[in-house]
């Protein structure tokens, strides 16, 4: 109960921050897209940072333990990213922001959101014993993190995973594409 009650309390943290960054707002996801607006990029690649520096510290100071990891399945990323990102593209919402708006009680996000989720969750639920034993038999990874996949220490892919993300952001600065005032 007490790891419900957490999820739930940074959850609704998690959506103020969307909310208050402006990406609960269409324009937002669809300029992404677009080419002509990357806070939603640099947003997203921030909170990996924070969060991957912080659950690892506390890992290294026996604070947390990780659960398992799901098996990695390169080609059902791949079709499922593809899917999502489609869908992404073509709506301009996504879950977190889909969510974060119904919270704000926006129409245009709730029902786009509840039929988008009820419908990913029919298909899955109709298609997964048939395309899952396919999907799982090609290029399966097993339970593993890019870190162990790349057998490097993840204080070290989080550095590196920071300096990119750093170096994004300039280029993101540079060409002009930061987020615009509204």
Same mark, same amino acid.
């Given at each position: 109960m007490t790891n419900m009650i957490i999820a739930l309390v940074l959850g609704v943290f998690f959506g103020f921050a969307l909310n208050k960054a402006g990406l609960t707002k269409y324009?937002?996801?669809v300029n992404?897209?677009?080419f002509t607006?990357?806070?939603?990029?640099?947003?997203?690649?921030t909170a990996l940072v924070v969060s991957m520096s912080g659950l690892y510290i506390l890992r290294a100071l026996n604070l947390v333990t990780? *659960?398992?990891?799901? @098996?990695? =399945?390169?080609?059902?990323?791949?079709?499922? &990213?593809?899917?999502? @990102?489609? &869908?992404?593209?073509?709506? @301009?919402?996504?879950? @977190?922001?889909?969510?974060?708006?119904?919270?704000e009680g926006k129409m245009d996000y709730i029902v786009p959101g509840l039929l988008g989720f009820l419908t990913g969750a029919v298909i899955?639920? %109709?298609?997964?014993?048939?395309?899952? *034993?396919a999907i799982s038999a090609i290029a399966n990874?097993?339970?593993?993190?890019?870190?162990?996949?790349?057998?490097?220490?993840?204080? %070290?892919?989080?550095?590196?995973?920071?300096?990119?993300?750093?170096? %994004?952001? =300039?280029?993101i600065d540079r060409a002009g594409w930061q987020r615009k005032a509204q």
């Open positions: 324009n937002k996801i992404v897209f677009r607006d990357m806070a939603v990029l640099q947003f997203m690649m990780f *659960p398992n990891v799901p @098996g990695t =399945y390169i080609v059902g990323n791949i079709v499922g &990213g593809l899917i999502f @990102g489609v &869908g992404m593209a073509l709506s @301009g919402y996504c879950p @977190g922001t889909c969510a974060a708006g119904a919270g899955y639920g %109709l298609t997964y014993d048939q395309v899952f *034993p990874y097993g339970n593993i993190v890019i870190p162990d996949a790349w057998n490097v220490d993840p204080f %070290l892919f989080i550095t590196l995973f920071t300096l990119i993300s750093f170096l %994004l952001f =300039y280029l």
